[in-house]
């Protein structure tokens, strides 16, 4: 089993839609977590960064720590076309800085 | 973006040539990385550099070598080209103290006949 599980999708969702991705993972001593977003033919880009458990808003997008269940969420309010990309999760351990990454989950959102 | 410019963009090769990559950052991070990506796989990690003429293996580094004579360069080397090495490579910077997140570049996409 991998230490980091993301759904590939793809998720197709109508615009103006909220999206909720998610990961689960195994590793109790993850303590920092990121999501990027990656677009066709470009690098991974990042979006959010949060440290241990909570929450964090940046504009539309929402990045939820839920370390007791080893899961963490990335919302998307009010989705647009331009949000259509592959979405990784990704998490390091206290002084690694080495990430691991979730396999992308591949978010359509259609007009 | 983080300043990291990957060349060549794109490349196909035959079996059996040398490759070579190339990462160059203008952000003076001390830690560079290297990473293929394929369906099925996500990102896996070559190799990784913790310093000028410091580097370490990743989970995949089997056929790959790497060097990094300046700050702002790390070159990933394909001695002999083979077929199951087609694939997107990307070079990533950060991660130092505080645990600061990878930046990628742009990737190049390499196939070998």
């Known amino acids: 089993q991998k230490e980091v599980e993301q759904d590939p999708g793809p998720l197709s969702v109508p615009e103006g839609a909220i999206v909720s991705l998610n990961c689960t993972y195994s590793?109790?001593?993850?303590?920092?977590f990121m999501w990027y977003r990656q677009y066709s033919r470009k690098g991974p880009e990042l979006l959010m960064y949060t440290y241990s458990s909570g929450n964090k808003e940046d504009g539309r997008f929402t990045a939820q720590v839920d370390k007791s269940s080893k899961y963490i969420s990335l919302f998307i309010r009010d989705s647009q076309p331009s949000d259509s990309a592959t979405y990784l999760c990704a998490m390091s351990e206290g002084g690694s800085y080495i990430p691991t990454f979730g396999r992308g989950t591949s978010l359509i959102v259609h007009p | 973006d983080a300043g990291i410019t990957q060349s060549p963009r794109h490349k196909v090769t035959e079996t059996g040539t040398p490759v070579t990559l190339r990462c160059h950052q203008t952000e003076n991070h001390r830690y560079m990385y290297w990473y293929r990506q394929d369906p099925g796989h996500g990102l896996r990690l070559i190799h990784y550099?913790?310093?000028?003429?410091?580097?370490d293996k990743g989970e995949v580094s089997d056929g790959y070598s790497v060097s990094r004579s300046k700050t702002e360069d790390f070159l990933l080397t394909l001695e002999s080209a083979t077929s199951s090495q087609t694939s997107v490579y990307f070079c990533a910077i950060g991660g130092q103290e505080g645990n600061q997140p990878q930046h990628f570049g742009d990737g190049t996409r390499l196939s070998i006949l």
């Open positions: 590793n109790s001593a993850f303590q920092y």
């Open positions: 550099s913790y310093g000028v003429k410091d580097t």
